[in-house]
């Protein structure tokens, strides 16, 4: 399937959150079931590693060998889905990582050791990269430059508050079932759903970013300009975006680093955290609260961040986020108990909802919609990259001390100067309230 070249009448594709409710809604609805893919792996893997993979459990590193494949296809896969929905469209995009996700459950319920899981998380990463990024590109393809820290905060709700319900869903299941059917039994039941409704209800939005970028063209753009960063040619290649995005801008070079940051935290909570609270005598039922938690408060926290970018600004918002993250990092490892830990997963779920659809809107601020989806794509590949990274470093640190709390440390001072990079080198892009751009 191809989207024909030719651009469609503007007055045919408004903008707005209001006018594009229904398609706004299931697209809300399909992040939903992208997030409780990847949530059904966030309790009940890492603990039960070892007794049903054969995990050691002093090889942190074998441990963290499903996160790093997964970091890299799907850190990959989010630039080749941008680039490619601006070719093919963006639901044929979000098809095929429904598709991807089939083998998930099959690998891991038949698993004769740990490298199934592994390859499972191969097509995980397929998924999450295409299906997760087009719900993105879609929502900011509807909706106005000053609705999109609101819509990227409803979009990241939606995905992070099913992280943390399967979590919560899945611990229950695997203490009255066993993990593997469990995990199998959650995650067909949710991959049909989600491919099911893809089909049926989710509208091509490609046809409304080339009408903006007819308006913006035409000179007929209303309400907020945006100031899209500048030294690209119209209609760049690969190559020419990604050099700019990576390397080139300083704010996006900075809103880049503070992605990879992120996901160096966000790796630490789905490996180490579920680890480090077994090993202080919590059952897979408390985790699964503790790290629900954590998703479930960044998951609805991101319904008042994202619109409060939207009154603020996006920078504050995130370098606050960065720094609120790191000291709910630090305090995992200061405290102890069910009551206290649940505390410090609160912190650092509200400080990843300050900062998380915030990077992503900043992102789309400053990014002309003839290019963006391959710009968000950009940024959303070194993002996740952190995964693999944050798997590689963590993984390392932990193995060599041979304790965990380390790795909180060290990732606590990454998202401290993460957030003083932010602070010092990037502009800000609201629309309304950007005064220059570097």
């Not at 590693?49 to 890299?72: E, N, T």
């Not at 440390?409 to 950007?434: C, I, K, M, N, Y």
Request: positive net charge.
């Amino acid at each position: 399937m191809r989207i024909s070249p030719a651009p469609p009448s503007a007055e045919l594709h408004l903008q707005g959150i209001g006018i594009n409710l229904h398609q706004f809604i299931w697209q809300a609805v399909q992040v939903s079931f992208v997030g409780l893919v990847i949530g059904m792996e966030r309790n009940v893997l890492p603990v039960v590693a070892g007794q049903d993979f054969g995990v050691p459990k002093s090889s942190f590193l074998y441990l963290m060998s499903f996160v790093i494949s997964f970091g890299l296809v799907k850190g990959a896969l989010n630039f080749v889905a941008g680039r490619l929905s601006e070719r093919i469209g963006r639901k044929p995009v979000l098809v095929m990582g429904w598709v991807a996700a089939i083998p998930i459950p099959l690998l891991i319920y038949f698993a004769p050791n740990w490298w199934w899981v592994v390859a499972a998380n191969l097509f995980l990463g397929i998924n999450q990269g295409f299906a997760w990024s087009m719900t993105v590109t879609s929502k900011v393809d509807i909706t106005r430059a000053e609705q999109r820290g609101l819509a990227t905060g409803i979009n990241e709700f939606a995905g992070y508050a099913a992280v943390g319900l399967a979590g919560i869903v899945t611990g229950y299941l695997a203490s009255l079932y066993g993990p593997r059917p469990a995990l199998l039994g959650f995650a067909l039941v949710v991959i049909a759903a989600g491919l099911g409704t893809a089909l049926l209800f989710v509208r091509e939005t490609l046809p409304w970013a080339r009408a903006e970028s007819k308006r913006h063209a035409d000179g007929k753009h209303q309400g907020l300009k945006p100031r899209f960063a500048e030294g690209l040619p119209a209609h760049p290649s690969s190559l020419q975006v990604f050099a700019f995005v990576s390397f080139h801008h300083p704010t996006f070079s900075a809103l880049c680093q503070a992605g990879v940051a992120n996901k160096v935290a966000d790796t630490l909570l789905w490996v180490l955290f579920p680890l480090y609270l077994h090993g202080h005598g919590l059952d897979v039922v408390d985790i699964g609260w503790v790290t629900g938690v954590y998703g479930l408060s960044w998951g609805a926290s991101q319904l008042w961040t994202g619109p409060l970018s939207d009154h603020i600004g996006r920078k504050p918002t995130i370098v606050a986020g960065l720094w609120l993250l790191a000291a709910g990092v630090v305090a995992v490892t200061l405290v102890t108990g069910m009551a206290a830990w649940l505390a410090a997963a609160v912190a650092m779920g509200v400080g990843m909802a300050l900062l998380y659809p915030n990077l992503i809107a900043a992102v789309a601020d400053i990014s002309h919609p003839n290019w963006r989806s391959s710009s968000l794509g950009t940024y959303r590949y070194w993002r996740d990259t952190g995964y693999a990274l944050g798997a590689l470093v963590l993984g390392t640190i932990a193995q060599a001390a041979g304790l965990i709390a380390p790795a909180f440390w060290f990732t606590a001072a990454l998202l401290a100067a993460s957030g003083l990079w932010v602070l010092l080198r990037s502009q800000e892009t609201h629309p309304r309230l950007a005064s220059s751009m570097a």
